[in-house]
C-alpha cells in the first residue's frame, strides 16, 4: 500500500493549459516536498511546505499544504514543455529519522 | 558547491562481475542515501548513512554492499547482481535538519545482463 498516493499517473496536455497534481495521504506529515525529475537526472527539489494551509509560489507553480498536513497539490498554470517531466511528492513524518515517503509519481508531458 | 556528483553515469555488468558505484558532495551534509529507481516510478530507499555510520538499510539484499569512506564520499560495491537489478541508482545528500530536504545526484543507469 502506497502511503503517500498522487494523482493523476499520467497527464498529457498542450502547451498552454493548466493542470492540477494531487498528494494524498491518510498520514500526518511534518513537511512536504515536491520534486520534479527529467529523463535520465536525479529529481530537483522544487519546494518545502511546512505549514497547515500553506501555500507557496514559484513562477508559474503554486503549491499548497493541506490544513490538515496530510495531502497537498501543485497546480500548474499555462504550462510548457519545459514543464514536462515526473512530479514526485516526498512527506517527513515526525519519528522518521530523516526518511522521506515518496509518492507514486506524475508522469506529465506537455506538448507543444 | 552546490551538486552532487555520481559516476559512472552509465554501467553494463554481467552476473559474476564486481563493480562499484561512486557518489560525492562537499555540501557539508552529513547524511547520504542511497535510493534505486524504476522507469516511472518513484526513487525506493536502500541505505541511509548518518554522520558516516550506516543507519537504516530496508532490507536490501547482501549483493548491494554500501561504504562511506569519509563525510564526503558514498559508495555502492556491487556483485553477483541479478538481470532485475537493473534501474537508475540515486544517491542524495541532506543536511539532517528539521525538513530534511534531500539533493540528488544525476544518477548511474545500471543494466545487468
Known amino acids: 500500500t502506497q502511503l503517500l498516493e498522487q494523482s493523476p499517473q499520467f497527464l498529457s496536455i498542450q502547451e498552454g493549459e493548466n493542470l492540477t497534481v494531487y498528494c494524498n495521504s491518510s498520514?500526518?506529515?511534518?513537511?512536504l516536498q515536491w520534486y520534479r525529475q527529467e529523463p535520465g537526472e536525479g529529481p530537483v527539489l522544487l519546494v518545502t511546505?511546512?505549514?497547515?494551509?500553506e501555500v507557496k509560489k514559484l513562477k508559474r507553480l503554486t503549491f499548497q499544504f493541506g490544513d490538515a498536513r496530510k495531502d497537498s497539490s501543485l497546480h500548474i498554470t499555462a504550462a510548457q514543455p519545459g514543464d514536462t517531466g515526473l512530479y514526485l511528492c516526498a512527506g517527513l513524518r515526525s519519528g522518521s529519522a530523516r526518511q522521506l515517503t515518496f509518492g507514486s509519481g506524475t508522469q506529465l508531458t506537455v506538448l507543444p | 558547491d552546490t551538486e552532487v556528483t555520481q559516476t559512472p553515469k552509465h554501467l553494463v555488468m554481467g552476473m559474476t562481475n564486481k563493480k562499484s558505484l561512486k557518489c560525492e558532495q562537499h555540501m557539508g551534509h552529513r547524511a547520504m542515501y542511497w535510493y534505486k529507481q524504476k522507469a516511472k516510478k518513484p526513487p525506493e530507499l536502500m541505505f541511509v548513512y548518518s554522520y558516516e555510520k550506516l543507519s537504516i538499510n530496508e532490507s536490501v539484499p547482501s549483493r548491494f554492499s554500501p561504504e562511506c569512506p569519509n563525510s564526503s564520499l558514498l559508495n555502492l560495491h556491487l556483485h553477483a547482481l541479478q538481470p532485475e537489478d537493473s534501474a537508475l541508482y540515486l544517491c542524495?545528500?541532506?543536511?539532517?535538519?528539521?525538513?530534511?530536504?534531500?539533493?540528488f545526484g544525476p544518477g548511474t543507469r545500471l543494466t545487468v545482463l
Open positions: 542524495a545528500s541532506s543536511r539532517g535538519t528539521v525538513n530534511n530536504e534531500q539533493f
Open positions: 498520514s500526518v506529515f511534518s513537511s
Open positions: 511546505v511546512v505549514t497547515g494551509g
